[in-house]
């Protein structure tokens, strides 16, 4: 005789994806249905609830690790953003130096240019001047 394992399972969409192969034997005991079925049904199973339960555990921890993905993808998103923005601000606020810059060097070359015209101009009006004096003092 072979030994049968009773086992009572819940109808659910697990039960539809089990081969046809096994068909348990139905007993109904007290108005509920229990199936009986061989150890060899009875471990195929349980290693296919196994298996369904942990894949979908791998489901559920690859779809956190795609979110997580995803999230670090928006923030590695907005921080090359963020420093595209600071970049271009830095380069303006360079140019405004160089700018700047430039600025100075035009009005201390025109500076120059005017000490050393005043130079010339009081030389030539000390000069004269000098002449002058030195006309007038002689007559």
Do not use: H
Not at 64 to 75: A, D, G, P, S, T
Not at 111 to 133: E, I, P, Q, S, Y
């Amino acid at each position: 005789m072979k030994t049968l394992i009773v086992l009572i399972i819940i109808l659910s969409s697990s039960w539809n994806s089990f081969s046809q192969g096994l068909k348990p034997i139905v007993f109904p005991i007290d108005g509920e249905t229990y199936f009986c079925f061989t150890p060899w049904q009875s471990k195929y199973i349980a290693k296919a609830l196994e298996k369904e339960r942990l894949q979908r555990g791998l489901i559920k921890a690859l779809e956190n690790q795609k979110e997580k993905f995803i999230l670090l993808q928006e923030v590695k998103d907005s921080t090359i953003l963020f420093l595209e923005k600071k970049n271009a601000n830095q380069s303006l606020v360079i140019d405004n130096k160089n700018l700047a810059y430039n600025a100075l060097e035009i009005d201390n070359k025109a500076l120059t240019k005017k000490v050393k015209l005043r130079g010339v101009k009081n030389t030539v009006l000390g000069g004269a001047l000098l002449v002058l004096a030195s006309v007038l003092i002689i007559k």
